[in-house]
C-alpha cells in the first residue's frame, strides 16, 4: 500500500532483485493486510505457507525484504519480520545473514485434493451398491438430546483415559442388548468396544499372526474387505466354498485353516441362514483343531419374516468370536462397535487395543450407552425395519414389473436382495455396460467372489434409496437392459 492509500497489485518493492514471486503469488498475500490488526500476523503465515505449499512460490524464488513487503502490504516490519522467522523455523523458508530471505527447498507442491471416495460419481440416477444405510434416518433429535444429558451427567475422572475395553457403562448396556436381541453369552467385563467390524477384524489378525497364524479362511462369495483387513494384520485370507446350507464344511477341513470368518445370520452376499446342521458342523470342526471361528453379525437385527436366527456365539462361546456394530442400525460414521471373544484370546486382543488408539472416544461412548438404556436404540431399530421393509417389498415388486421371470433370494432380512434376470437379459458385461450409461450403478455377484454366472446376477442394496428411487432406478435399467436386447436381436437379424 503506498502512502496515499493505494493498494499494490504487482510485485512489492524490492523485488526485483533475483527470481521473486509471480504476481498470482503475491496476490495471495494481499487478504492479511484486510485482516483485523489481531488476526493479520496469522493471516500473512497461513498465506505464505500456502503459497509455498501449492508451488506458487517455487523453492529458490528470493521474497521481498521485510521493509518493502511491510510498505507494501501496509502492515507494520515486525509482523512481517516475525512471519519470516516463523516460516523460517518450520523450514519452509531459509535465510542468511546479508542475504535475504529464500524459499526453502523441503517442501514439494501438493497436487490436487483426492475425490472423495465417498462422493457419489457425477452422472449416477440410482445408486444399488449394497452397505450403506438410510443416513436420513439418523435420529438427530434424540441423538442432540442424548448429548446434552451426557454432558450434564459424566463425572470429570471419565473424560480421561478410558479403559481399552470400553467404559463399564456402555459395556453393560451392549451385554444386556446383545444377550436379548441376539442371544449371545455376553458378560459385560468381556465385551471390548471397537471402532466398527473392521478394528475388531484387524484386531483379531494380529493376535492370531502373533500366534503364529498365516492365513484365515473367508466365505466365497463373501465381503471384499476382509482381504485388505487381514493382510494390514500380515495374515492371508483363504476363500472357502458355500453350498445352500452355508459354509461348506469338508472344504474347510481341506484348507488347514484354524480360524474363519462367517455370516451365519444372513450370509453376505447370498442372504442365505446357515442352517441348525450346518453351525453344529462348524462348531464341530472348531472344537475338533481347536480353532476359531469368527461371526460377522452385521445386519442381524433387520429380519423381516420372523424374529431375527440368533447368533451362533450362543453355542459355543468360547469357540466363536461374535462382532458388530451400529453401522447398518444408526450410522457408519459413529465408529462404534463391539467385540466378544474366547477367554483364550481375551487378553492379547485388549492389550492390541491399547496400543492401537487407548480406546474409543468415551463422550461417544457414553452417548450409546445412554441410547441403549433409555430404549431409543430399540426404537430405531424398530424404525428402520418398517422403512427398510418397505424398500425391500418396493425393489421386489419393481423387478417383477420391469423384468419379468427374475428369481430374488435373500429377501427374508438384511439390507439388499440377489437377483438372477432371465437369460434373455445377457450377456452379463454388456448389461452392467448399458446400466452404468443410463446411470445405474449395481455390483455383479461375481465382484464379491462368485464364479460369473451364465446369466445376469446382481447384489441389489436397498435401505439407502427412496422408494420413488428405487422405482425410478429399476426402471432406468430395464429400459437400458431392453435397448441392449433389442440392438442383440437386430445384429443377429444381420
Known amino acids: 500500500m503506498t502512502s496515499s492509500g493505494t493498494r499494490r497489485t504487482g510485485p512489492p518493492q524490492g523485488a526485483a532483485e533475483g527470481p521473486g514471486p509471480s504476481s ?70 531459509r535465510s542468511g545473514r546479508g542475504a535475504g530471505t529464500w524459499v526453502g527447498g523441503a517442501v514439494r507442491a501438493v497436487g490436487p485434493r483426492a475425490r472423495d471416495r465417498a462422493a457419489r460419481p457425477p452422472g449416477v440416477l440410482a ?8 443416513l436420513s434416518l439418523f435420529p438427530r433429535s434424540t441423538w442432540a438430546a442424548a448429548h446434552r444429558g451426557v454432558l450434564s451427567e459424566l463425572p470429570h475422572q471419565a473424560l480421561g483415559y478410558p479403559d481399552p475395553r470400553g467404559l463399564p457403562r456402555l459395556r453393560t448396556a451392549l451385554a444386556e442388548l446383545l444377550v436379548r436381541r441376539r442371544g449371545v453369552v455376553a458378560d459385560p467385563e468381556r465385551v471390548i468396544v471397537v471402532s466398527g467390524v473392521a478394528q475388531a477384524m484387524t484386531l483379531l489378525g494380529l493376535v492370531l ?25 500380515g495374515v492371508g485370507t483363504v476363500p472357502l466354498p458355500l453350498d445352500d446350507e452355508g459354509l461348506a464344511i469338508a472344504p474347510l477341513r481341506a484348507s488347514g485353516v484354524r480360524a474363519v470368518v462367517t455370516t451365519p445370520a444372513h450370509q453376505f452376499p447370498t442372504g442365505i441362514a446357515y442352517s441348525a446342521r450346518r453351525r453344529a458342523g462348524l462348531l464341530d470342526w472348531a472344537r475338533s483343531v481347536d480353532g476359531l471361528l469368527i461371526e460377522d453379525d452385521y445386519d442381524g437385527d433387520f429380519r423381516y419374516d420372523r424374529a431375527p436366527v440368533g447368533a451362533l456365539q450362543g453355542l459355543d462361546p468360547e469357540q466363536v468370536a461374535y462382532t458388530g456394530s451400529v453401522s447398518k442400525s444408526l450410522a457408519p460414521g459413529l465408529r462404534l462397535g463391539w467385540l466378544l471373544v ?25 452417548l450409546l450407552a445412554r441410547f441403549v438404556e433409555r430404549g431409543d436404540y430399540d426404537r430405531q431399530l424398530r424404525r428402520c425395519q418398517r422403512a427398510y421393509r418397505e424398500r425391500r417389498d418396493t425393489l421386489v415388486a419393481a423387478l417383477e414389473e420391469h423384468f419379468p421371470g427374475t428369481e430374488v433370494s435373500g429377501i427374508a432380512a438384511g439390507l439388499h436382495v440377489v437377483a438372477a434376470l432371465p437369460g434373455r437379459y445377457g450377456p452379463q458385461d454388456r448389461f452392467l455396460e448399458r446400466v452404468t450409461a443410463a446411470g445405474v450403478v449395481v455390483r455383479p455377484s461375481a465382484h464379491y467372489g462368485a464364479a460369473a454366472p451364465d446369466g445376469v446376477r446382481l447384489v441389489l442394496g436397498y435401505a439407502h434409496l427412496a422408494p420413488a428411487r428405487i422405482r425410478d432406478g429399476v426402471r432406468l435399467m430395464a429400459e437400458a437392459a431392453c435397448s441392449s436386447t433389442v440392438s442383440v436381436r437386430a445384429a443377429a437379424r444381420q
Do not use: I
Open 209 to 233: 499372526r502373533a500366534r503364529g497364524t498365516t492365513g484365515v479362511g473367508v466365505e466365497d462369495p463373501g465381503s471384499p474387505e476382509l482381504g485388505s483387513l487381514f493382510a494390514s494384520a
Open 127 to 134: 445408486d444399488f451398491v449394497p452397505g450403506t444405510p438410510d
Open 342 to 366: 474366547p477367554a483364550s484370546h481375551f487378553e492379547e486382543v485388549v492389550e492390541r487395543k491399547r496400543t492401537m488408539d487407548l480406546g474409543n472416544p468415551a463422550l461417544d461412548q457414553a
Open 24 to 93: 498470482a503469488a503475491w496476490e495471495l498475500l494481499l487478504p492479511a493486510a484486510a485482516a483485523p490488526p489481531r488476526a493479520r500476523g496469522r493471516t500473512l503465515q497461513a498465506a505464505l505457507r500456502e503459497a509455498v505449499r501449492s508451488g506458487r512460490l517455487a523453492p529458490g524464488t528470493r521474497l521481498p525484504s521485510s521493509r518493502a513487503l511491510a510498505a507494501d502490504l501496509g502492515v507494520s516490519r515486525g509482523l512481517v519480520t516475525e512471519a519470516y522467522e516463523q516460516l523460517t523455523a518450520e523450514g519452509y523458508l
